[in-house]
């Protein structure tokens, strides 16, 4: 497994704890690497995404719930919420990671953590959040 995909799947971890027991970020980001000794590769792009999306959630919860009809944020899974979170912080402040590489990796995390519908779930929402992008429907950061 490649460091990135190890991260994101790290983070996605980190942020369910966060919702679950909706600690101080900080504080559960230095729990969660006492607990789990993320190595020096994994690390830096882990806290990147944890911190990124713990940062804009408010902007990216507001996104994720204007493509997934009738759905809203807190009825989601937090498994597909958190996937989906990582992606959508990717898709809007990472700009070295292709649209598609975000968007197959949460498909992937969908598949291995979520139920039989969360890889359709999360791909339908995040193909059209990146599609509003490339119109510039949304504007990135």
Not at 130 to 138: D, F, G, L, N, T
Request: with cysteine.
């Amino acid at each position: 497994m490649g460091n990135r995909r190890k991260s994101r799947e790290l983070a996605m971890q980190a942020l369910f704890y966060i919702d679950i027991c909706q600690n101080d970020p900080d504080k559960a980001i230095g729990l969660f690497n006492r607990n789990f000794n993320l190595s020096k590769n994994t690390f830096p792009f882990f806290l990147k995404l944890v911190k990124g999306v713990v940062g804009a959630k408010p902007e990216i919860n507001s996104i994720i719930e204007s493509f997934s009809n009738n759905w809203k944020i807190f009825r989601m899974s937090h498994v597909d919420r958190n996937i989906m979170r990582i992606a959508v912080y990717e898709l809007l402040y990472c700009h070295d990671i292709p649209s598609k590489v975000s968007i197959n990796e949460a498909i992937d995390m969908g598949k291995k953590y979520g139920t039989e519908e969360s890889g359709a779930f999360i791909n339908g929402i995040l193909d059209s959040i990146r599609i509003s992008i490339e119109k510039k429907e949304i504007e990135i950061k």
